[in-house]
């Protein structure tokens, strides 16, 4: 049997990979651009494959993303380091021993989808550890360290997906690429242009949904109006994005086209469509024109047309309730989420006492979930803080839903704000920090660190961001004295951390 998996094939018979000769490579066959075949000894942070070449008389390593040990792979070198290679992954040669056969279309943003959550779990532990040992210098990590958070369930987690419509679509059956199709899925893994088509559940999203998707692709394809043809920039449809609630099992569309064409878009046939498809689970249909030549899925004002019920579904978050929009950012895997936001809760009570006078900081707060849960537990003043205005005018919004009325929602940029606020140094006990996965930049980071708060709850989607910070928060009177991980993105590289920095000097 095989099976194809992503963007590559692989045989569920097994070799005995003991058996496997891995060739000695001279140094003209590492040369960037040559395809190598290796075995896969190991994995380092973010989920990158590691093989040990031997050239000549010496060993060099090779990292190839989205690959599992136990694989033999066909690998593309692209850079060639002093101490290292990077490649990209071609073919799967023959399956690791420990990957087991899915019931799921595999698709290019699951790569680990094969791998037990078992296993899963031992590399991105294993290697998060690491990356704090390594980058962070934190020599006594292991003791440090309290959980790792598991995703409360593997598969059908996510709350909202984006499909990619294009002309040039890869074919699994004949195994190559074909132009002038009509394709809705996702792109192939390392390109912008090539689509594979979705035709079953993936497992990420909602089962139903994506189990129907061929259906709208046929409809959508007789209409005759052209899936958008990335390397020429011109064709009609261009994205469909979906949002599911959970908490009612609605979903929310939004077609994304462009301008070309429209007047022969029959946008109640499609409406009818879809209602009929799913039926009372349609919350309600947006249609996105955007003619910006940038792959993107909207446009730069935001503009769209509401062509049936509401652009809003309801979540729920340990006890409080949010509105979200499509525009709306909201949490990808909101069951996983409330672990995280429970461990958050932990970290900011844990050995302290709070009365209504003190005053938690929530920093890069988004929509403002953290702060309003924190409000409701400890009843104290919270001011949060994000550059997106949009974001803020959410938390207020959902603040007034949830009766939250002790706290303080500023749209500003945090450095900028903490320069502007001076008369919070001193005054803040306690501040959580959520910064985007490119971390914080140092400067602002160092006035974070000004406001003298007793204890700093840092959120990182991205270990190896925060690792790089620990530095500037201990020259600044800041030790790590807890660490956490979640698991928000199970078949995926992705692990987020959540830590304790207490004030231990001036």
């Known amino acids: 049997v095989v099976i194809l998996f992503h963007s590559t094939k692989f045989h569920l018979s097994l070799p005995d990979l003991k058996s496997i000769q891995m060739k000695t490579y001279t140094p003209q066959d590492i040369k960037k651009g040559n395809i190598l075949e290796i075995e896969i000894e190991d994995m380092a942070f973010g989920g990158k494959g590691l093989a040990k070449l031997q050239v000549g008389e010496s060993k060099i390593v090779m990292f190839v993303p989205n690959t599992i040990p136990g694989q033999v792979v066909k690998a593309r070198i692209f850079k060639k380091r002093k101490k290292h290679l990077e490649g990209k992954l071609i073919e799967i040669v023959s399956a690791s021993q420990d990957e087991v056969e899915m019931k799921f279309q595999a698709i290019s943003g699951a790569p680990y989808l094969t791998l037990p959550v078992e296993k899963q779990r031992e590399y ?28 409360p369930t593997s598969f059908h987690y996510r709350n909202k997906m984006e499909y990619a419509f294009s002309t040039i679509r890869y074919d699994f059956e004949q195994e190559e690429t074909l132009d002038d199709e009509f394709a809705l899925g996702f792109k192939r893994r390392g390109t912008w242009w090539i689509v594979e088509n979705l035709d079953k559940d993936s497992g990420l999203f909602d089962e139903e949904f994506e189990n129907k998707l061929k259906e709208i692709r046929a409809y959508l394809e007789k209409t005759g109006l052209p899936a958008w043809h990335p390397p020429k920039k011109h064709g009609f449809y261009r994205y469909l994005t979906v949002r ?47 003619d910006s030549l940038g792959e993107r899925s909207h446009n730069d004002e935001n503009d769209y047309e509401m062509l049936f019920g509401e652009n809003l579904i309801q979540e729920n978050l340990l006890g409080l309730s949010f509105e979200v929009s499509m525009q709306s950012f909201f949490q990808t895997n ?59 005018e959410n938390a207020k919004e959902n603040a007034k839903r949830n009766e939250v009325e002790t706290a ?34 140092p400067k602002t980071l160092v006035k974070v660190t000004q406001i003298n708060a007793q204890r700093i709850v840092y959120v990182s989607c991205n270990p190896a961001t925060q690792s790089r910070d620990i530095e500037v928060l201990k020259e600044n009177g800041y030790t790590m004295t807890k660490i956490s991980f979640v698991d928000q993105f199970p078949h995926t590289a992705h692990i987020e951390a959540i830590a304790i920095f207490e004030k231990t000097k001036n």
């Not at 890069?364 to 919270?382: D, E, N, P, R, Y």
């Open 124 to 151: 991105k532990q294993r290697t998060t550890i690491e990356q704090y040992r390594r980058i962070g210098k934190v020599a006594k990590i292991e003791e440090l360290f309290d959980t790792y958070i598991e995703s």
């Open 244 to 290: 599911k609630s959970f908490a009612n099992n609605q979903l929310l569309l939004n077609l994304t086209t462009s301008k070309s064409g429209l007047v022969h878009f029959d946008k109640q046939a499609f409406v009818e469509f879809v209602t009929s498809l799913f039926e009372n689970r349609v919350a309600g249909i947006l249609h996105t024109i955007n």
């Open 334 to 392: 909101p069951k996983s989420a409330e672990r995280l936001y429970a461990k958050v809760i932990d970290y900011v009570m844990e050995d302290t006492e709070y009365s209504s006078g003190d005053t938690v900081m929530d920093l890069f707060c988004g929509t403002g979930t953290i702060g309003q849960l924190i409000s409701k537990k400890t009843g104290v003043q919270v001011v949060g803080v994000d550059i997106v205005s949009e974001a803020i």
């Open 408 to 441: 303080k929602w500023f749209a500003a940029d945090v450095g900028k704000f903490l320069t502007q606020y001076p008369q919070y140094a001193g005054k803040i006990k306690t501040i959580v920090l959520d910064p985007p996965r490119g971390g914080i930049a």
